[in-house]
């Protein structure tokens, strides 16, 4: 296939944040993919933009992966951006021992792990291009974490550090590296989120966050931090201990995800 068009490549794609994001690039002329585990998810994403391309895949198998960089090269001649958006967020009470564990390492494979291994075998297209991107979906919990989700603060902020990490090694090979930070975004992902109405956490709609980032992305810009998480930045530098109290008035989530 000719490259006339740049290839965007979005894990879990199929809905939230990153559905809201293929959209935009969808309407700005790139060749996008879209990836998840739910084929039904993903046909219908297909039937509503006929456009899109569609791939299910598993970011946290590997034989899963190596098929989808060989598609992509088949199909496209190769990715010029990887954007690693697929995440689950687990409500977890530490101090109970009904802890499942294996939920909380599947979060820290589809959360941490995952981008790692995609972005491994995904160098060699990302190198052909001349126009490459990598972008990491983190969180702003990355900056002050949310006690009721301690596993899964701990990979974006995990996901943070190693992104700043690669930037400048990816750097020589002419491959950016971008961060989106998240605020509390109204998908799927927080339906169980558990706080109290005062704590100013009302979700931010996926179309918005797609427009900030938007915005944000053309302008060049390596870390986009939209709404909240602007501020969580700030005053995790200014005063982190008060903004851990603020965010953090019930530590204990009332239910478990």
Same mark, same amino acid.
């Given at each position: 296939?000719?490259?006339?068009?740049q290839t965007i %490549? *979005?894990?879990? +794609? /199929?809905?939230?944040?990153? =559905?809201?994001?293929?959209?935009?690039? &969808? $309407?700005? #002329?790139?060749?996008?993919?879209?990836?998840?585990?739910?084929?039904?998810?993903?046909?219908?994403?297909?039937?509503?933009?006929?456009?899109?391309?569609?791939?299910?895949?598993?970011?946290?198998?590997?034989?899963?992966?190596?098929?989808?960089?060989?598609?992509?090269?088949?199909?496209?001649?190769?990715?010029?951006?990887?954007?690693?958006?697929?995440?689950?967020?687990? %409500? *977890?009470?530490? +101090? /109970?021992?009904?802890?499942? =564990?294996?939920?909380?390492?599947?979060? &820290? $494979?589809? #959360?941490?792990?995952?981008?790692?291994?995609?972005?491994?075998?995904?160098?060699?297209?990302?190198?052909?291009?001349?126009?490459?991107v990598v972008v990491?979906?983190?969180?702003?919990?990355?900056?002050?974490?949310?006690?009721?989700?301690?596993?899964?603060?701990?990979?974006?902020?995990?996901?943070?550090?190693?992104?700043?990490?690669?930037?400048?090694?990816?750097?020589?090979?002419?491959?950016?590296?971008?961060?989106?930070?998240?605020?509390?975004?109204?998908?799927?992902?927080?339906?169980?989120?558990?706080?109290?109405?005062?704590?100013?956490?009302?979700?931010?709609?996926?179309?918005?966050?797609?427009?900030?980032?938007?915005?944000?992305?053309?302008?060049?810009?390596?870390?986009?931090?939209?709404?909240?998480?602007?501020?969580?930045?700030?005053?995790?530098?200014?005063?982190?201990?008060?903004?851990?109290?603020?965010?953090?008035?019930?530590?204990?989530?009332?239910?478990?995800t």
């Amino acid at each position: 296939m000719s490259k006339m068009k740049q290839t965007i %490549l *979005i894990t879990g +794609g /199929s809905s939230g944040i990153g =559905l809201a994001i293929a959209k935009k690039f &969808i $309407e700005n #002329n790139y060749n996008v993919v879209v990836t998840g585990r739910n084929l039904d998810k993903l046909e219908k994403v297909k039937y509503d933009l006929p456009s899109i391309h569609i791939e299910q895949s598993d970011v946290c198998n590997e034989d899963d992966v190596k098929k989808l960089v060989l598609k992509m090269e088949q199909n496209f001649g190769g990715i010029d951006i990887l954007f690693n958006n697929a995440g689950i967020m687990n %409500l *977890i009470d530490a +101090g /109970s021992e009904d802890n499942q =564990l294996n939920k909380q390492f599947t979060e &820290i $494979e589809i #959360n941490f792990h995952a981008p790692i291994r995609m972005l491994h075998y995904f160098l060699p297209q990302l190198k052909k291009s001349k126009n490459a991107v990598v972008v990491n979906v983190s969180s702003g919990l990355a900056y002050v974490p949310f006690a009721q989700a301690p596993t899964y603060s701990g990979t974006k902020a995990a996901l943070h550090f190693w992104t700043m990490g690669i930037r400048p090694q990816l750097k020589p090979h002419n491959i950016k590296v971008v961060e989106l930070l998240p605020p509390v975004v109204d998908t799927p992902i927080f339906d169980g989120i558990d706080v109290k109405e005062d704590d100013n956490l009302k979700p931010m709609p996926p179309e918005k966050l797609a427009n900030l980032f938007w915005k944000d992305f053309i302008n060049g810009r390596e870390e986009i931090a939209p709404g909240l998480s602007k501020q969580l930045k700030l005053m995790s530098r200014l005063a982190p201990k008060f903004i851990f109290k603020q965010l953090n008035k019930q530590p204990i989530p009332s239910k478990r995800t």
